[in-house]
């Protein structure tokens, strides 16, 4: 380039922006003598393969995309060794610094008419075959005559097609990244819809939804955190409205709306997408200035609110009941609908008896005696019901089941044995989280045996994997190859702490033949694939000493240690750490 000022035929005028990769000019097509935006690569990154390819894949994501709501690629330009992008100049200005200047929240209307916008375009790019992965204020643009318009493809995925960054490897901004995506998943477009619910709820709330001190405290917010409610304390949100944003909030991707189309429906921004542009367009702070004349929400009356505010919280158990195990689901079906009958039988027997007053007449040794009784009968019942049965899941016969220790070696109380018997899987999983610190104790230890058993021969594979964790850890219930059976049953069925505690066994030769390194590989590398912490570590380890049939590979165990020390895991913080500081390391 011999004209410091021109690039081919393009003609600089100014600088736009600076980022991690490059720049952004301004500059006049003088051959067509329009106007245009030129992104360019780093001079000293045109020499880094990662780098050229991922300038080189938002451009094969651009030139396949030709929407209003989404930066036009007009074409690539290698001009010696350096790499351009000619594209549309948009004249606006980006939506975070809209939002940081405004300093409050913006209208429902003004939110929505931005989300109509985005939403078409996104809709348009999945239909493309094109996610975008980074869905974030930044990277909205909003134009001068009111439209919304997508930037920054810079690490979009075409849909089959190669991808650049190592399996396991998070990418996107932390603050708007969709759980699968903090854990290492690669995202989907249910990703790119949950990061625009996250813009969206920031729009409307003023902060985003999720927050934290470091990244891993923010990442782990994404994770597992649940958004604060907008109603009522955001004026004209309606329970509709969060209801929406909320279920393309959720944690689990298959429970959020299937598409971008399906979630702007909801919010009713669909509706709005003619108009959205005007809309923008005349909320002068949006297109000019954080200064300019907005309008002063109507007071809403308290009726209102309360009528609102119920609507919100009962959508709210809605989505946490859907978002249970099907299992659980049916305990908590039932144990209301016992709940219900049982409240009408009393209300209508207290109402209806004409006999109600014999009943009070009933002597204190005769109630002591009937609840003796009753104490019996349902503590039968109980060892009845956790007899082992005859399963294929272990492939063993009756008499081997017969071996299994029953509950009649439990002392519980009675308000334990019906707390067992209709516990759901949320119960064991409160009950099991302080397990570490019961010792002895055999109350605790026979409690939560009764519900794992109940619950693992229903089926449910948690319940499965903390009945092999007791046949580890009860002190009198020690048996390796019930563990081993609960825990494969359940690794089978993709849990993947379970997963983990089978490859432990594998490793610490707990099971007939001793030490197998290679099958405790293949059980951890299956657990880390689901993104289980525990996983990664002990994959991590087998690369890095080389273990188990694996050729030493630091970059893949250090990459491993990184993403468990994301969700928390302190050995593989203390490993990464070790590793990434030593020279062994390349």
Same mark, same amino acid.
């Given at each position: ?5 021109m ?10 922006g600076v980022?991690?990769?490059?720049k952004?000019h301004?500059?006049v097509?003088?051959?067509?003598e ?21 300038f080189?894949?938002?451009a094969?994501s651009?030139?396949k995309?030709n929407?209003?709501?989404i ?26 610094e809209?939002l ?11 939110s929505?008419a ?13 239909q ?9 204020? /930044?990277?909205?643009m909003?134009a001068?005559?009111?439209?919304i ?6 690490i ?9 960054t190592?399996a396991?490897?998070? =990418?996107?901004?932390?603050?708007y990244m969709s759980?699968e995506?903090c854990?290492?998943?690669?995202g989907d ?17 003023g ?5 934290g001190?470091t ?8 994770i597992?955190?649940?958004?604060p409610?907008?109603v009522p304390?955001?004026?004209? =949100? ?14 689990r991707?298959?429970?959020?709306f ?7 429906d ?8 003619i108009d ?6 005349s909320a ?5 200035d ?22 919100s ?5 809605v989505?946490?009941f ?8 049916? =305990?908590t079906?039932?144990?209301g ?6 409240s009408?039988?009393?209300g209508?027997e207290?109402l209806?008896?004409?006999?109600q ?13 009937r609840?003796d009784?009753?104490?019996r009968?349902?503590v039968d ?8 049965r ?8 009756e008499?081997?089941?017969s ?9 519980q ?10 516990g759901?899987?949320?119960d064991?999983r409160?009950?099991?989280?302080? /397990?570490?610190q019961?010792k002895s ?24 994997y903390?009945?092999?964790?007791i046949?580890?850890?009860a002190?009198?219930?020690?048996e390796?190859?019930y ?5 494969k049953?359940?690794a089978?069925a993709?849990n993947s702490?379970?997963?983990v505690?089978?490859?432990?066994m594998?490793?610490n ?11 405790a ?5 299956k ?30 165990a250090v ?6 020390k ?21």
């Amino acid at each position: 380039m011999s004209d410091p000022q021109m690039i081919g035929h393009y003609r600089i005028v100014k600088l736009l922006g600076v980022g991690a990769m490059g720049k952004v000019h301004a500059a006049v097509d003088t051959f067509l003598e329009r106007d245009v935006a030129i992104k360019s690569l780093r001079a000293e990154l045109t020499q880094d393969p990662d780098f050229v390819g991922r300038f080189r894949a938002e451009a094969t994501s651009l030139a396949k995309l030709n929407h209003p709501n989404i930066t036009t690629l007009y074409s690539p330009v290698l001009d010696g060794k350096d790499l351009y992008m000619i594209m549309e100049l948009v004249n606006g200005r980006p939506l975070d610094e809209i939002l940081s200047e405004r300093g409050k929240p913006l209208g429902v209307k003004e939110s929505l008419a931005v989300i109509a916008q985005a939403a078409d375009g996104l809709a348009y790019a999945h239909q493309m075959g094109v996610i975008h992965r980074d869905i974030k204020p /930044s990277n909205l643009m909003v134009a001068d005559d009111g439209r919304i318009k997508i930037m920054d493809f810079g690490i979009a995925r075409v849909r089959g097609s190669v991808r650049l960054t190592r399996a396991g490897t998070a =990418v996107g901004t932390p603050l708007y990244m969709s759980p699968e995506q903090c854990r290492g998943g690669e995202g989907d477009e249910r990703s790119d819809l949950y990061s625009l619910a996250v813009v969206l709820y920031e729009m409307l709330a003023g902060t985003p939804p999720f927050s934290g001190a470091t990244e891993y405290d923010l990442t782990q917010a994404q994770i597992h955190a649940e958004a604060p409610p907008l109603v009522p304390r955001i004026s004209g =949100v309606t329970p509709e409205l969060e209801s929406a944003i909320m279920t393309a909030l959720s944690k689990r991707p298959e429970h959020r709306f299937p598409n971008l189309r399906a979630f702007s429906d909801a919010l009713g921004a669909t509706a709005m997408r003619i108009d959205a542009s005007s809309i923008i367009r005349s909320a002068g702070h949006l297109v000019q200035d954080s200064t300019a004349e907005r309008d002063v929400p109507t007071p809403e009356r308290l009726s209102t609110k309360l009528v609102a505010l119920a609507k919100s919280r009962s959508a709210t158990l809605v989505r946490r009941f859907k978002g249970l195990h099907p299992a659980a689901q049916g =305990v908590t079906v039932g144990v209301g609908a016992v709940v219900i009958l049982a409240s009408l039988y009393f209300g209508l027997e207290s109402l209806f008896s004409p006999d109600q007053h014999v009943a009070r007449e009933i002597s204190l040794p005769d109630k002591k005696r009937r609840g003796d009784d009753f104490r019996r009968q349902d503590v039968d019942v109980g060892n009845r019901r956790a007899a082992p049965r005859n399963t294929t899941a272990f492939g063993v016969d009756e008499n081997q089941a017969s071996e299994v220790p029953l509950d009649s070696r439990s002392r519980q109380t009675y308000e334990s044995v019906v707390s067992t018997s209709g516990g759901s899987i949320n119960d064991l999983r409160n009950l099991m989280r302080d /397990s570490d610190q019961w010792k002895s104790s055999s109350i605790q230890w026979d409690s939560a045996f009764k519900l794992a058993q109940r619950l693992a021969q229903e089926g449910d594979k948690e319940a499965q994997y903390y009945l092999g964790k007791i046949y580890i850890k009860a002190p009198g219930r020690q048996e390796p190859k019930y563990a081993y059976q609960w825990f494969k049953t359940s690794a089978e069925a993709g849990n993947s702490d379970a997963q983990v505690a089978l490859g432990k066994m594998y490793q610490n030769g707990l099971l007939e033949g001793g030490e197998n390194l290679p099958e405790a590989i293949r059980w951890y590398q299956k657990a880390a694939d689901q993104h289980n912490a525990e996983g990664q570590y002990w994959l991590a380890v087998a690369y890095e000493k080389g273990k188990g049939g694996l050729k030493r590979d630091c970059r893949t165990a250090v990459d491993l240690y990184h993403l468990a020390k994301m969700q928390g895991h302190a050995k593989a913080a203390e490993a990464s750490e070790r590793l990434e500081n030593s020279c062994r390391y390349r």
